[in-house]
DNA sequence: TATTTACGTCAACTATATTGACATAAATCT
DNA sequence: AGATTTATGTCAATATAGTTGACGTAAATA
């Protein structure tokens, strides 16, 4: 028995122990208290979410600013800069000076739009991608890891449930992101 | 019928509708393309997430590094500063300037340790806790809803998802955690 | 032709974090 | 008792990521 799978039966016990205690908690899931465990839940996960992508980035001199609008760009190639800004909300002066240095270091090129000279629309060069899928990679491991950890029921609950947190406003304008970006994955 | 409830109705069509589409894609939830999905829904979950308190912290000249203070100092009172720094993972110089300010505009106070006099043991004053609660109010209403919106059986689910993806290392420190804010706020 | 739209840019500013160096008082080890 | 470690504070310089406001330009559109 090696150290690997030492960890993953440790790994799976782990999960086990919670899952127990999860259930026992269940009646209190929707009182307060078992909301705020789920507020700082949340807080921990995301912080160690994207820790994985930051350490990476650091090889490149890059931020996670860096890490979105490379993200995007690659999910959703030919976005112009006015998608980015509202996916992103920030304002264009804070994503231009990310962008030109991603521009700059060739990891993303600008087009002119086709229909609408003004756009300008963003691919990845082949180096954005590549680094974009290395990205990508760490963060899909780690769900594919929580996905295999979890009993079979509850892995389709994860998508529905990080659905149900975005504002109801908004949900569709993910959910028309997400169906983009999926024809975009596809086609290579 | 009100506008609230013909909103309530809306919120759940949308969330049968997700669910449908969820189970559809439920196959690929393991696969990298599912996994992608599930990156970009955990940053737009995030970010409205947060995004509630953000507001009401502007009232109060107050920003993220404010709350999250606030905020594990009103869930863990007597919590020292080496526990907030280990919690927060940022330097004692960048806590101090956001730890100062709230010492200063009195939403939270700090005891000498009665074990240890060298410690600084902080407390949320009376205004601190109340705007702790303010600010929970918000997050925990949204994870209430989203309960609501989720059937039972995916309810559980979410607790387990998200302590899923911490770090295995940090686990057993998040949960000592939970268990001492549990504690905390079972006592008055 | 007039207006709006999509984008770029210069400038000043804020918030949040970093590293490094140094200081102090209290606890602890030898 | 003296040396060392620990918990914390503080000064300074720097980086990153964001903001607001003002102004410019080219292309689309009314």
């Known amino acids: ?3 690997l799978s030492t960890r993953k039966i440790a790994e799976l016990a782990e999960a086990v122990a919670w ?3 999860a259930t026992e908690m269940a009646a209190t899931t929707t009182s307060d208290e078992g909301a705020l465990e789920l507020v700082e839940l949340f807080f921990f996960a995301y912080r160690d979410f994207v820790g994985d992508a930051d350490r990476l980035l650091e090889n490149y001199g890059f931020g996670r600013a860096h890490h979105r609008v490379l993200h995007f760009v690659s999910r959703r190639p030919g976005l112009a800069i006015a998608g980015l800004l509202e996916i992103l909300r920030i304002t264009k002066q804070s994503l231009n000076r990310v ?4 521009l700059e270091a060739g990891f993303v090129e600008a087009r002119e739009g ?4 003004r756009q300008r629309l963003l691919y990845p060069t082949p180096q954005g991608a590549k680094l974009a899928r290395d990205l990508a990679a760490l ?9 295999d950890e979890l009993p079979p029921a509850a892995r389709g609950a994860a998508s529905e449930f990080l659905f149900a947190m975005i504002d109801y406003d908004e949900r569709e304008r993910v959910r028309a992101h997400l169906a983009c970006a999926k024809a975009a ?3 290579p």
Chains 1, 2 share one sequence.
């Open 114 to 117: 086709v229909l609408d000279r």
């Open 1 to 3: 028995m090696n150290d």
């Open 99 to 102: 962008l030109k240095q991603l």
């Open 139 to 147: 963060q899909t491991a780690r769900f594919l890891k929580v996905m």
């Open 185 to 187: 994955g596809a086609a």
């Open 19 to 21: 899952r127990r205690a």
